[in-house]
């Protein structure tokens, strides 16, 4: 079973479900306003494509801070000269980048004369014609760290998803074990380290939860999405497995 198909076994499942998918509508439709303005013939060098497209369009999934998404990092040069085939086939085929808005045509267009060429350092002019002189680009400095965009939300799973095993790896476990566990000293003499004992809590973590006041103030608060889905999983009963 390959991830495409897990995929698109996740936006079948999702669908049945009234799953409202995160809210993608209102990223940028347009495309880099330097990648759109390039004339045709040139092909810019990385600094350019690597802030213009990589960086907004790939980098919050294949990043370090992003997961590094199908074990790809896309953080520097060297990194993507080594994926220029595998890049190339997924742009070509529009299979990247997914959940955000697309690359443009020019993006795409320039993208893959990018590639075409080698992944050069340095921006470089095609000869279009017989007339054309041949330019002799400055040389693009290769970019530092490149600035990674904000990860996407995690999709909220379908109500009828949430078991406690998806609740503890996801809320309990990452954001309440650190003090309300054994090593962690059960905070208040709670020890949510169990269903059974999570099931009894279920009141008071439900109160909890739904003013804010866990994790404590000092900690991080919740996300948005941990928060949806420990109280749609208290919601429904607390269930400890799902059909
Ligand atoms: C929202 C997250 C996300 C974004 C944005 C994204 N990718 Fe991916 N990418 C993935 C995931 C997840 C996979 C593995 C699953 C798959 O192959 O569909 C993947 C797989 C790939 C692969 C491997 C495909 C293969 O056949 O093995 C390449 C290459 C790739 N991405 C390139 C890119 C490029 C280039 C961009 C930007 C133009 C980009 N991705 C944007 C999440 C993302
Ligand atoms: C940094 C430590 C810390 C973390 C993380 C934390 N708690 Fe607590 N929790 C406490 C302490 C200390 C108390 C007792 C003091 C208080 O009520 O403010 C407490 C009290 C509680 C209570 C009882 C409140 C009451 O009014 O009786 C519940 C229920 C609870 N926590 C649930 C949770 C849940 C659920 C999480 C994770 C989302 C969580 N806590 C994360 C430290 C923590």
Redo the contacts with the bound molecule.
Sequence with gaps: MNNHYLFSLFILLMGGCNYSAPNVANQSTSGNATIEKLPTGTIPGYQTIATGIISPKCLGCHSSAGGNAAGINLETYSNVRLRLALISSAVTSDSMPIRISPLTSKEKEVFLAWIDAGGPINSMTVATGPTTPVMVPPADPIPGPLPIPTPLPKPIPAPNKIDYKLVNTQ??GP??L???SDS?GN??G?N?ETYESVFN?RN??K???SSG????P??RP?TDTQKQT?LTWLNKGSPETVP
Excluded: D, K, Q
Excluded at 213 to 216: A, D, E, G, K, Q
């Design positions: 809320v309990i954001r309440c650190s003090c309300h962690g905070s208040a709670i949510l809590e008071g973590i109160s909890v939860i006041s866990m994790p404590l000092r900690n919740l420990i």
